[in-house]
C-alpha cells in the first residue's frame, strides 16, 4: 500500500484501551490486523472513543470509535457539516456514506482504515505507545486464532502456558459458526457461542482432554487449538521466561534488612542505592532521607502513614510522582516493612506500612478498625475532583489543534474519553449503543 494517496488526518482523542473489549472474547474485532508499507505496527487497535478529524475534497470529516452495547464490537459514526452518517458497522461504512450525504457522489470510495490515519506513521505511534500486550493472530489452516493474554508455567501439558492464558476461534459447532473462548486458570476452560448464547462449557486439567470431549477437529491437538504450540507463541513464551527467571534472579542478589537493622546506615545505603538512586530519584528534592527510618526505629508505635511519612524529608507542598512513591516503597519493602492497609490491592490516598517484622497484629487491628467504622480508607481516584474541568481542558486542546476551515466553520466530533473510565462514561452519559460526543461549530468572527 505504499502508493496509496495520503491525506490529512488529525488525530483528535486518542481514545482508551478496555480490559474487556481488546483483550476479552471479542477482542479479535478490536485489533486490526493489517500492516502499511509506511508502518511495522501490527495489529492496530480500535481504541474505544477514538476520534479523527479527515480532511476530504476540502470538507472536515469526523469520525469516531464506539462500543456497540448489543455486539461488544466496535462501531463508527461520521458527522459532517451538520450531516451525521449515524452508527455504522465499519468504518468504510461510516465515511462513504457521509461522503454521499455531503457530495452526492456514490462511485467515489474510501478506506476507512486510511481515513482513520491507520497507515500514519504518528498515528500509529501514538496509538500503540501505551499497550502493553498486542494480541497475536495466529492461522491454523483456515481457522483464526487470537490470542489476546499470556503467561508462563512449567505445567506438564500446558508447554509453557500459565494461568490466564487466553485465546479464541471461530468454527462451526453444532452446524452454526460460533466463537469458542479458550482459557487457563485453575484448570482450562472452553465455552462456546453463537449470537451472544452459550452452547457449550467444560472443564478439564489439560488443553488436549478438554479438546477430545468435542467431536470436531480431530486432526489438531488441543493445545494446537489453544495456540499454544504456535512457533511464535512459544517464542513469546520462552521469552518471557527468560524474563522471569532473570527478575527471579535479580530479587536473590537484593539487599533487605529488618527494622532491628535500622542503626547499620551501611545496610540502610546500600538499600538507598539499590531502591532510591538506581531509579534515578531526584535527591536534591528532600532532605537527609536517614531521618525517616531514625525517627520510625524510635517510634514505639510500629505503624505509619505513607506517603505522609515522607514529609519528614520533602517540602509540606511538594507534589510526588507514581514513580517516587513506588521508589520508596520498594525501599520500605526492603528495609522490611509491610503494608497492612485492608483491601490492599485497591490504591488508596493514604496507606498504612508497619516496622514489625510479623505484621500479623498490626494487620489484625486495622482490619478490626476498619469493620467497625472506625477506620476510614480513602479509595484513590483517577480523575480530578471536577470532572468538568477534566472536560473542558481536553476541549480546549481539541480546539487549538484544530483550527482550520474552508468555510469558516470547523466542525469537531471529539470523544473526550482519554480522561475518563468507561465505566464512569455508563455511570455520567448513559453509554450503550448511544453515541456520546461533542459537537462544536466554530465560526469566525
Known amino acids: 500500500m505504499s502508493k496509496t494517496k495520503q491525506y490529512e488526518v488529525t488525530l483528535l482523542a486518542k481514545g482508551i484501551i478496555s480490559e474487556d473489549l481488546h483483550y476479552g472474547i471479542h477482542a479479535r474485532n478490536w485489533w486490526e490486523p493489517c500492516k502499511f508499507a509506511q508502518t511495522n505496527f501490527n495489529p492496530i487497535p480500535y481504541r474505544l472513543f477514538m476520534s479523527v478529524n479527515c480532511c476530504l475534497n476540502s470538507k472536515n ?14 462501531c463508527f459514526r461520521c458527522v459532517c457539516d451538520g450531516k451525521d452518517s449515524g452508527i455504522q458497522a465499519s468504518a468504510n461504512a461510516a465515511i462513504n456514506n457521509m461522503y454521499v450525504q455531503i457530495f452526492g457522489n456514490k462511485t467515489t470510495k474510501y478506506s476507512g482504515l486510511i481515513v482513520m490515519g491507520f497507515d500514519n506513521e504518528a498515528i500509529v505511534r501514538e496509538l500503540v505507545a501505551d499497550v502493553s500486550f498486542v494480541p497475536i493472530f495466529i492461522r491454523l489452516d483456515k481457522i483464526i486464532i487470537v490470542v489476546s493474554k499470556i503467561g508462563v508455567s512449567s505445567r506438564e501439558g500446558y508447554y509453557g502456558a500459565s494461568p490466564g492464558y487466553f485465546s ?6 453444532a452446524g452454526k459458526q460460533s466463537l469458542f473462548v479458550q482459557s487457563i486458570e485453575d484448570e482450562c476452560s472452553l465455552d462456546i457461542y453463537n449470537e451472544g448464547v452459550k452452547l457449550y462449557h467444560n472443564k478439564n486439567t489439560t ?4 479438546w477430545e470431549t468435542i467431536d470436531i477437529h480431530k486432526k489438531y491437538d488441543g493445545v494446537a487449538l489453544f495456540g499454544i504450540t504456535d512457533p511464535y507463541i512459544q517464542q513469546k513464551l520462552e521469552e518471557l521466561n527468560k524474563l522471569e527467571k532473570s527478575k527471579l534472579e535479580k530479587s536473590k542478589n537484593l539487599i533487605t534488612c529488618t527494622s532491628d537493622n535500622w542503626e547499620n546506615i551501611d545496610i540502610l545505603n546500600l538499600i538507598f542505592e539499590q531502591n532510591i538512586k538506581k531509579c534515578k530519584i531526584a535527591t536534591s528534592t528532600f532532605l537527609d532521607w536517614s531521618n525517616l527510618f531514625t525517627n520510625w526505629y524510635k517510634q514505639t ?11 519528614q524529608i520533602y517540602p509540606n507542598n511538594y507534589q510526588f510522582q507514581e514513580k517516587e512513591l513506588n521508589a520508596w516503597r520498594a525501599m520500605f519493602c526492603a528495609a522490611g516493612c509491610t503494608n497492612i492497609t485492608p483491601l490492599v490491592k485497591k490504591k488508596h490516598i493514604i496507606e498504612f506500612w508497619t516496622k514489625a517484622s510479623d505484621p500479623s497484629s498490626d494487620r489484625d487491628n486495622l482490619v478490626k478498625l476498619f469493620e467497625s467504622g472506625m477506620l476510614l480508607v480513602m479509595e484513590k481516584k483517577s480523575q480530578p475532583n471536577s470532572e468538568s474541568e477534566k472536560i473542558w481542558e481536553s476541549l480546549q486542546k481539541a480546539l487549538e489543534a484544530n483550527k482550520r476551515g474552508v468555510d469558516g466553520k470547523v466542525r469537531i466530533l471529539s470523544i473526550i474519553a482519554e480522561n475518563f473510565t468507561y465505566k464512569k462514561l455508563n455511570e455520567k452519559f448513559g453509554v450503550k449503543l448511544k453515541i456520546i460526543f461533542i459537537e462544536f461549530i466554530i465560526n469566525k468572527s
Request: glycine share 2%; aromatic share 12%.
Open 61 to 74: 470529516f469526523a469520525i469516531t470509535i464506539l462500543n456497540d452495547g448489543q455486539t461488544q464490537n466496535p
Open 168 to 173: 479464541t476461534l471461530i468454527t462451526k459447532y
Open 207 to 210: 488443553p488436549n482432554k478438554i
Open 301 to 311: 508505635n510500629t505503624i505509619i502513614q505513607f506517603p505522609t511519612i515522607l514529609f
